[in-house]
């Protein structure tokens, strides 16, 4: 059977032109879902991606979406393409499974170059889907073309004719009141092939665009309708097939914004002849709806019960946090007064005692000084340790013993060590009075009151008397406080 061949140039004058009516085109579009619709395929459908969809759209689960449910697809920009692509060297079948990137890679090259070469803007791929992998993309170089306004001329043409290029004949084989639809049909080539109308195709199939895909049965005429190809399907086998020719690169023009992508997958609707199975299938797909929309509910249901025990949890949880706080703040409390009070007590008792030892003090300190004082005018003698003569550190040992019953020492520095060193501006009523250095002390006094005043054995030839540090100044003292 013979193959018709396409020979296709085109004017760079033409591309022009082409190009001066529509630039871009927008695909601004609010688009309701059908049945077996994925987000994926409607982004590839419209030349965006689900992110933007979901963006505009607010979607949370980009994996769920009803039937019916309508989304703004977002603003994109269609650019024209000039180049025209060459014939392939090699051509790869799509199998299941398969993503644009393996197939690149394994036949290394890169997405975008089979992109380019199979004139696809997405990534979506069709089982049995013919992808070049091997060839060159020529672009045809743009000329300015001319414009007129007003009658007269704005600039030259410069018309350059793209290369000729030889591509094999897409052939639609027309068999019986269906056709199942292969890698690179289109409906107006099936609806030419077949002797109906794009119209009559859409109708027929449940169809809302030109949409359709490979492994897709399409009905061609009404069940009553005589098939208007039974001559040609009689035909003897010699008879030439129906053959559409096809471009080699067919110019990118803009597309309405309802129009879906030719790689889109959307649900098979069911014929126009069959309208039990589609009561069938609306019914099931509506029960299919009943059944997520329940599910969805009991998942609500039982996420908001999980939320309300949670919380119900978390406010016991605190509850009981803020009842031992307030313990432990109570415990803590008590402790410190408690505390507190056992400290004011100890404070108290030891007040006491010193007010009682300083009362002893007194007393004793008194009984020191009125015995000392019995002594007035007893002579000094040299070594006198008796009231019939005294010097002056006989004087003061022989007064302790008396008063308290404890020896001081018999001399000066034995009565250094008697108690602790102290100023003599500190001293009080029973301590000494020094003269002279630490281990060499050579005269000592006993004090009487706490403003200086001492009684002592002063010298020979003198007698026991009392006097003041004014006039005569010792260097250190000794206080006598645990003697008394």
Known sequence: MSKLKTMVGTSLATTTALLAFAQTASADELYKVNAGDTLSAIANSFGTSVDAIA???????????LVGQQFNIPTETVKIDTQASQAADAVYHVQAGDTLNQIAAKFNTTADALRQLNQISGDLILVGQQLKVKGQVEAAQNTQADQ???GKVVADTVATE???????AHVITING???????????PAIAQAAGTSVENLRALNGLSSDFIYAGQVLVLYPEAEEDPVAAYQTAPEDAEEIVIAQPAKEEVVAQP??????????AQPASHNQEKAQTEAQVAEAKAQEEAQAAEAQRQQEAQAAEAQRQQEAQAAEAQRQQEA?????????EAQQAEAQRQQEAAQAQQQQQQQAQQNKQGNQNVVATARQYTGVPYVWGGKTPNGF????????VYREATGQDIGGWTVPQESAGPTIAVSQAQAGDLYFWGNHGSSYH??????SQGGYIHAPAPGQTVTESNVQYFAPHFAVSMQAYQ
């Open 162 to 168: 793209a290369p000729v290029v030889e591509k094999e």
């Open 257 to 266: 914004a309802n129009q879906v992508a030719q790689e889109e997958v959307v």
């Open 444 to 449: 000592v006094a006993l004090a009487t009151d």
């Open 326 to 334: 307030q313990a432990a703040e109570a415990q803590r409390q008590q």
């Open 55 to 65: 963006k505009e759209n607010n979607i949370k689960d980009v994996n769920h979406i």
């Open 391 to 398: 010097d002056c550190s006989g004087f003061t040992n022989y």
């Open 177 to 187: 009141n269906t056709y199942t639809v292969k890698a690179g049909d289109t409906l």
């Open 148 to 150: 007129a306004e007003n």
